[in-house]
C-alpha cells in the first residue's frame, strides 16, 4: 500500500490559495523527493528531508538547519505531522506513559517500555512502544478501561508513526519493538494500519517480526490482513475458551463465534506461515479455572500457535480481580500437559495506569 501522495506548490505570497497537502510523516524517501521537486528545489533535498523527518525527529521544516533560509520560511506552515506532549508519567518500573494531543485537540496514548540489561542499571536492552490506532474504542471489552470511554474517530498514518517517534526522541534510543496494543481496534482501521506498519519498517527501520498487530477479531479482517504477505506478528484477543463466556467479556462476539474467528485464525497461519498468538487475560474465578485451560487448549489444536496469558490489571469501573500466582500455575500447568505453547505475562506500568487493559487516554 502506497502512502497518501504529496502534492501542491506552496504559494508563500498567498497561502489561502495553495493546495492542501496531508502531513509529510510517513511519506517514502521517493515522495519526499517528488515534493521538493514540486517546490522547485533539488531532488537531494527529499533525503534530507526524510533524514530530518525520521531520524533526527524534526517537528517543523523550518528547523532543518541544511535548508535555504527562504524556503525554510515559505514552507514553514507545511505540516510534518507531530502531536503535542499533554502529559507524561513514569513507573516505578521505567515504564512512561504519554498523553499526546492531535491537531484537532483529541487526546490518545502510548507507552514507552524499556527492558533494561541483566542488573537493571546498565543500557536498555530493548525499547518497545505500545501504540494506539484510534481515539478511544469501539470494541467495549468488559474488563477494559479504553473500551468504557467510547469511540470517536480513526488515527491516521502519521498519528500512529509519530507516538513512536515521540518515545524514541523522549527515551534518546532506538525503539526495537512496536505493538499496535493500545487505544482502538487496530483492524477497524486496516488501510492506516498496513500504511503505518510499511512506514515503520521502511522508513523508521524497524523489522517485520518486531511488529506486533493485536486484534479481538473483526470478520474477514484477519483474512484480508493475512493477503499483505507480512512478517509482522499476529495476537489475537481471545479471553475465553468458549462462546457464552467470550460473550460475556467481549461483546462484539456475538456477531462473530468462535469457531469462525479461530477458522480465519486457521487461514491466516496457512497463507502466511506464521504462527498466530493468543492474548488471554486471566480473570479470577471467571476463566482461570483448570476446565477453562482443557478448552482452550481443544481449540486451539491443529494449527500452530501461542498463548501468552496476562495476569488481570484492575481499573475502577469493574470488580474484577487478578488470580493469584497459584492459580495461574495451575492453568499453566494444565496448558502444557496438553502441549499447548505458553507464557505469562505480567504487564508493565502498572502503577502508572499504563499496563495491558488500563489505557484510557486521561491522567488517572
Known amino acids: 500500500m502506497s502512502a497518501t501522495p504529496l502534492v501542491s506548490q ?6 489561502e490559495k495553495s493546495e492542501l497537502i496531508p502531513p509529510l510523516l510517513g511519506a517514502t524517501v521517493a515522495e519526499l523527493t517528488t515534493w521538493v521537486q514540486q517546490q522547485g528545489q533539488p531532488a537531494y533535498r527529499g ?3 526524510h533524514e530530518w523527518i525520521y531520524d533526527k525527529g524534526v517537528r517543523s521544516l523550518s528547523d532543518i538547519s541544511v535548508f535555504p ?18 502529559y507524561r508519567s513514569m513507573a516505578p518500573d521505567g515504564t512512561v506513559k504519554y498523553l499526546l494531543r492531535l ?3 483529541q487526546i490518545i496514548e502510548t507507552v514507552g517500555i524499556p527492558t533494561f540489561a541483566e542488573g537493571g542499571d546498565g543500557p536498555k536492552a530493548r525499547l518497545t512502544v505500545c501504540v494506539s490506532t484510534q481515539v478511544g474504542c469501539p470494541m467495549a471489552c468488559d474488563f477494559c478501561a479504553t473500551g468504557k470511554g467510547g ?16 518515545v524514541q526522541e523522549d527515551f534518546q534510543q532506538r525503539v526495537s519493538n512496536v505493538v499496535f496494543m493500545g487505544l482502538g481496534e487496530p483492524l477497524l482501521n486496516t488501510e492506516n494500519v498496513l500504511a503505518a506498519l510499511k512506514s515503520l519498517n521502511q522508513d523508521v527501520g524497524i523489522g517485520q517480526r518486531s511488529l506486533t498487530v493485536s486484534t479481538v477479531g473483526i470478520r474477514d479482517r484477519i483474512r484480508q490482513f493475512a493477503q499483505n504477505n507480512l512478517q509482522v506478528t499476529l495476537a489475537v484477543s481471545l479471553h475465553a475458551p468458549n462462546q457464552p463466556l467470550r460473550e460475556k467479556l467481549i461483546p462484539s462476539a456475538r456477531n462473530y463465534p468462535l469457531e469462525d474467528l479461530l477458522a480465519e485464525c486457521r487461514e491466516y497461519v496457512e497463507i502466511t506461515g506464521r504462527r498466530v498468538t493468543f492474548e488471554y487475560v486471566l480473570l479470577a474465578g471467571v476463566n482461570d479455572l483448570p476446565e477453562h485451560a482443557l ?3 481443544k481449540c486451539l489444536r491443529g494449527f500452530q500457535s501461542h498463548v501468552n496469558l496476562i495476569p488481570y490489571n484492575p481499573i475502577q469501573e469493574v470488580d474484577y480481580k487478578r488470580p493469584n500466582r ?3 500455575q495451575a492453568f499453566v500447568n494444565v496448558l502444557k500437559e496438553q502441549n499447548t505453547a505458553v507464557s505469562v505475562r505480567y504487564s508493565r506500568g502498572l502503577e502508572a495506569d499504563a499496563a495491558c ?3 484510557r487516554a486521561s491522567k488517572n
Not at 506552496?10 to 497561502?15: E, L, W
Not at 469511540?151 to 515521540?166: P, W
Open 10 to 15: 506552496v504559494d508563500s505570497h498567498n497561502p
Open 47 to 49: 533525503k534530507q528531508l
Open 69 to 86: 533560509k527562504q524556503w525554510r520560511k515559505e514552507v514553514a506552515e507545511i505540516p510534518i505531522g507531530r502531536s503535542i506532549l499533554h
Open 103 to 105: 491537531t484537532d485537540g
Open 151 to 166: 469511540y470517536k474517530r480513526n488515527l491516521e498514518r502519521y498519528e500512529i508513526i509519530d507516538q513512536v517517534l515521540t
Open 295 to 297: 478448552q482452550l487448549s
Open 326 to 328: 497459584d492459580h495461574i
Open 357 to 359: 487493559g488500563q489505557l
